[in-house]
């Protein structure tokens, strides 16, 4: 069974991400998304919140597990017998990073091989913090985060400001 890794913080989910996820579950027998527990940031949500709102999401989409992770992603990939990491990249500027943490991941275990998904063109310019902020002044949402989630991201805004 090969199984995939889709990590990162989805905060929270896009369009994009779920782009990733549906090409990725036609590719690999499961994909486990992975919710990074980051205490060092400042999430709009909670791992839970996060979680809940991706299981909703990809509620229909048999082969995908959801779940969350601290410390280092290829302790947690090995302990979940995953073959592949999955990584969505969009532009040039996305590279630099992607390539720094896929040759770290790569030193730590050689086993696992990182892939990268180009992003789909109609989902290039989205990322959770663009969402966040067109949320924040009200702007529309539409075909940025799944439509299942809007309302639960807009709440989360205004419950903030
Ligand atoms: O959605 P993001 O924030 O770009 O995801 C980044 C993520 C979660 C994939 C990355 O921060 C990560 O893997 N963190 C776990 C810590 C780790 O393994 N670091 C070493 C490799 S850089």
């Given at each position: 069974m090969k199984i995939a890794i889709y990590p990162g913080s989805f905060d929270p989910i896009t369009c994009g991400h779920l782009d990733i996820i549906k090409r990725s579950a036609a590719i690999f027998d499961k994909v486990i998304i992975a919710v990074l527990n980051n205490s060092s940031k400042h999430p709009l949500f909670t791992v839970e919140e996060r979680m809940e709102l991706?299981?909703?999401c990809v509620k229909d989409i048999p082969n995908c597990e959801v779940d969350s992770f601290d410390g280092l992603l290829m302790d947690y990939a090995k302990q979940k017998n995953a073959a592949v990491v999955i990584r969505g990249l969009r532009a040039v500027s996305d590279f630099e990073?992607?390539?720094?943490?896929?040759?770290?991941n790569k030193k730590l275990n050689p086993e696992i091989e990182t892939m990268f998904m180009i992003t789909n063109l109609n989902c290039l310019y989205i990322s959770s913090s663009v969402v966040k902020e067109i949320c924040r002044y009200g702007g529309d949402t539409e075909g940025l985060i799944p439509e299942e989630i809007i309302n639960d991201v807009k709440y989360k805004i205004e419950k903030e400001c």
């Open positions: 991706l299981r909703r990073y992607e390539f720094q943490m896929a040759l770290l």
